[in-house]
């Protein structure tokens, strides 16, 4: 006797997960916590350029050296950008894709409006796509050197100062700090309801400290520009 031919196979348990709603918010929610965790990183070792040249170049040079002798010059630092695109690309194909459904699901406009969102909430989008273009003039002016006139390669000190005397570098700059100060407040908020931080009692804590990281972290970002304008880096 023939054997039936199975139809009712499942597809794979990760890409069950991927195509869910839950999935894709799940994604969105730890890729954006890497992220976060590499910008608090980032802007302490910004902060160290307020120490003068010699600390904030021999910084700069430490991060090519970490991990040696286990490591080979800048394989550390290669790492840390790989996540960091992995990261990148995972959080804004799932919020694309977030995106679509939602906009799918509701073809038609709401006849009664519900209360507000946050400032926050609304602009998550282009808040998202305006960081995403910041992260292409920044590696262009820091990383590649493309843009930055006055660049001196393998002096990183010198080419922030050279970006942040110039009235454009340091309107991209802030602006998109202040782009990424809403996407904190509102992303790291999201991301403890999705992962199950999140609860009536938790609530107010939980969006008290996605505040305070927004808070910090544009601050912190926004001070180095200010610090060259004023003379306070020189």
Same mark, same amino acid.
């Given at each position: 006797m023939a054997l039936a031919t199975r139809t009712d196979r499942r597809p794979p348990t990760l890409r069950t997960a991927w195509d869910s @709603? =839950? !999935?894709? &918010? $799940?994604?969105?929610?730890?890729? !954006?916590? +890497?992220?976060?965790?590499? /910008?608090?990183?980032?802007?302490?070792?910004?902060? &160290?350029i307020f120490f003068g040249a010699d600390d904030y170049n021999g910084y700069a040079h430490w991060l090519r050296t970490l991990g040696e002798p286990a490591? #080979?010059?800048?394989?550390?630092?290669w790492i840390i950008r790989v996540v960091l695109v992995a990261a990148f690309l995972a #959080?804004? =194909?799932?919020?694309?894709? /977030?995106s679509r459904r939602d906009l799918r699901a509701r073809p038609v406009g709401y006849v009664h409006r519900k209360a507000r969102a946050s400032y926050a909430t609304r602009t998550m989008r282009w808040g998202g796509v305006i960081l995403a273009l910041f992260i292409v003039w920044?590696? /262009?002016?820091? @990383?590649?050197?493309?843009?930055?006139?006055? $660049?001196?390669? !393998? #002096?990183?000190y010198q080419n922030v100062e050279a970006t942040f005397h110039t009235?454009?570098?340091?309107? +991209?700059?802030? =602006? $998109?700090?202040?782009?990424? !100060?809403?996407?904190?407040?509102h992303g790291f908020w999201s991301a403890a309801q999705t992962l199950g931080a999140g609860s009536r009692r938790r609530d107010r804590a939980l969006k008290a400290t996605a505040t305070g990281l927004a808070v910090l972290l544009t601050a912190g970002f926004i001070a180095v520009p200010v610090g060259v304008m004023t003379g306070t880096v020189h």
């Open positions: @709603t =839950v !999935g894709k &918010k $799940a994604v969105m929610a730890v890729s !954006g916590l +890497i992220m976060l965790l590499y /910008l608090v990183a980032h802007m302490l070792g910004n902060l &160290k490591l #080979h010059y800048e394989w550390a630092l #959080h804004g =194909v799932s919020a694309y894709q /977030l920044h590696l /262009l002016d820091l @990383t590649t050197l493309t843009v930055n006139r006055n $660049a001196q390669p !393998g #002096h990183p009235w454009y570098g340091d309107v +991209i700059y802030i =602006v $998109a700090m202040l782009a990424l !100060g809403l996407h904190i407040q």
